[in-house]
């Protein structure tokens, strides 16, 4: 079975603090990404790799960077975190470098807020 | 317009009872279609792929018209535990760097 772990379930941070989400998967998968999701909303993609040490933005990268410095490790920082980012993030990942025609797997998620 | 517009429901339906539901998408470039379904505070898992021809698996059946650009879930003999949240997901356009687009999702509760 596909696994894929985030660091965290819960995380409390206050506004303007360096915030790292991890995520790891065990598939040996090319892809990875970084979702938000809130109600009403859906799913948004904030930034995807589809390879060792490359990123792609997603439709809301704005305040949001992120590292892919192993395979089967890609991590979502925000820089200076600020209340409407508190959120639930979820992290994905599929195989096939073609990277959107295939399953993607999600990890538990990690339910951020920020005061 | 939303890329990817559901019915954000709830539908409440009693079990046993047979209930279906779509997913408008407004890019005719889009290529590959699913479903997922989300359990309350849990992670999405796919349900199943969406192709031309349809799709079926056991109780669950996936159409796809591509005139009209919607998808849709029908499911059949509903149980309890199908009670979830089923999303829609739409790959935006031909190349690898589409993205793939989640729809808001539609809530299902199956009633005893």
């Known amino acids: 079975d596909v696994k894929v772990t985030q660091s965290s379930r819960y995380l409390v941070k206050r506004t303007g603090e360096k915030v790292f989400l991890e995520c790891v998967q065990d598939m040996d998968h090319e892809n990875m990404f970084w979702y938000r999701q809130d109600p009403g909303l859906g799913l948004r993609l904030i930034y995807f790799?589809?390879?060792?040490?490359?990123?792609e933005k997603g439709d809301i990268p704005e305040g949001y960077s992120v590292s892919r410095e192993k395979k089967e490790r890609f991590s979502l920082i925000l820089e200076s975190a600020s209340t409407n980012q508190t959120s639930m993030y979820l992290c994905?990942?599929?195989?096939?470098?073609?990277?959107?025609?295939?399953?993607?797997?999600f990890g538990p998620g990690t339910r951020l807020t920020v005061l | 317009r939303k890329e990817v517009e559901q019915d954000p429901g709830p539908f409440n339906v009693p079990e046993g009872a047979t209930v279906a539901f779509n997913c408008t998408y407004s890019?005719?470039?889009?290529?590959?279609f699913f479903w997922y379904r989300q359990d309350c505070r849990k992670e999405p898992k796919l349900l199943m792929s969406v192709y031309s021809s349809g799709n079926e698996d056991g109780r669950f059946t996936a159409q796809l018209n591509r005139a009209s650009q919607y998808i849709s879930l029908l499911i059949r003999d509903s149980k309890l535990s199908d009670s979830a949240t089923y999303l829609c997901?739409?790959?935006?356009?031909?190349?690898?760097?589409?993205?793939?687009?989640f729809g808001s999702g539609t809530r299902l509760s199956i009633r005893p």
């Open positions: 994905a990942s599929s195989e096939s470098g073609t990277g959107f025609a295939d399953t993607q797997y």
């Open positions: 890019n005719s470039a889009s290529q590959s």
């Open positions: 790799s589809y390879d060792v040490k490359m990123k």
């Open positions: 997901v739409v790959n935006g356009g031909y190349s690898s760097a589409s993205k793939i687009i």
